[in-house]
């Protein structure tokens, strides 16, 4: 291995330097670096035998070198439901596909499953033939968990864990698409006697009265519901299909489970809830579906304020 000098800022003829390695030397390094670094790094036979197992591969896989080379890799690393598909993967750059760089899952000696990122290279024989499948796979669990992280806050409300209004107007612009929607009912719901709550018992007591709302509001949701909270003490849950009657029956039961006692501060307090219901089809739009819900409960808690 030979490396040149860059020529001199001065302007001066340029000096040529050379390093020289032995092959004996790169031989050494090669094997410090497979022994030193993190990278899991896994080489087997056209048969799917391990042959060689970095030490980060090893204490992955929680066995010794010796335990390792001749088992199959599938049976080292390769979650229940997966191997099938290994085998086949493996036979597939066995007979000269080109492998697909991806991420696995892979299954460490104590059982859990952690992302790999995934490199698989072929070594050949001087006439083209194969006779092993070199992977190197680098964890990259951490990294996906808090992407996953990101993404799940950007669209979840910080205080009740609910979708927000972010997501919920997504989930409405999904349901009402004007080729692929199928509907949706929704129910808007404000709070009745929020403030006094907060005025009273101070707004720690009232962030905790908002999660118990929301925990209430999602015992009653469907499986395909979508209970989200817009902000404030207003809340929205949004249901599959165009069921007018169904959105108000659910209501019903939003406004009975609102209604019973909530434990603030060591107390018994009540609040209500008023509701609106409004339904689109495909091709509506989200805000007029919106807007009609929103209107309906704002006649709802007139009625009321006036009859108090």
Known sequence: ??????????????????????????????RATLEATAALVLVCDDAGRVLLANPALQRFAG???????????????TIPEEVELARAAMAMVVSGRP???????????????????????VL?????????????????TAHRE????????????????????????????????VETGDGCSLVFCDLDGFKGVNDRFGHAAGDRLLVAVAGRLRDLAGPDDVVA???????????RGLDA????????????????????????????????TATG???DDPDSVMNRADMAMYGVKSVRRSRR
């Open 1 to 30: 291995m030979h490396a040149s000098r860059r020529p001199s800022p001065s302007g001066g003829t340029p000096r040529t330097a050379t390093v020289s390695v032995t092959p004996t030397a790169l031989d050494g390094l090669a």
């Open 63 to 77: 066995r010794r070198r010796e335990e390792l080379v001749g088992l199959p890799f599938w049976e080292v690393v």
């Open 99 to 121: 492998s697909i760089p991806g991420e696995v899952d892979w299954l460490t000696g104590d059982g859990d499953r952690r992302r790999i990122e995934l490199q698989t290279s």
């Open 124 to 140: 050949t024989r001087e006439d083209g033939t194969p006779y092993a499948i070199a992977f190197v796979g680098i964890d990259v």
């Open 146 to 177: 808090r992407e996953a992280q990101v993404r799940r806050q950007a669209v979840t409300d910080p205080l009740t864990g609910l979708a927000n209004r972010s997501a919920l107007f997504a989930v409405l612009a999904a349901r009402l698409h």
């Open 229 to 239: 909270r817009l902000g404030g003490d207003e809340f929205v849950v949004v249901a």
């Open 245 to 276: 009657e169904g959105a108000a029956e659910r209501a019903r039961r939003i406004e009975a489970a609102v209604g019973e006692p909530f434990d603030v501060a060591g107390e018994a307090v009540r609040i209500g809830v008023s509701t609106g």
């Open 281 to 283: 089809g495909p091709g």
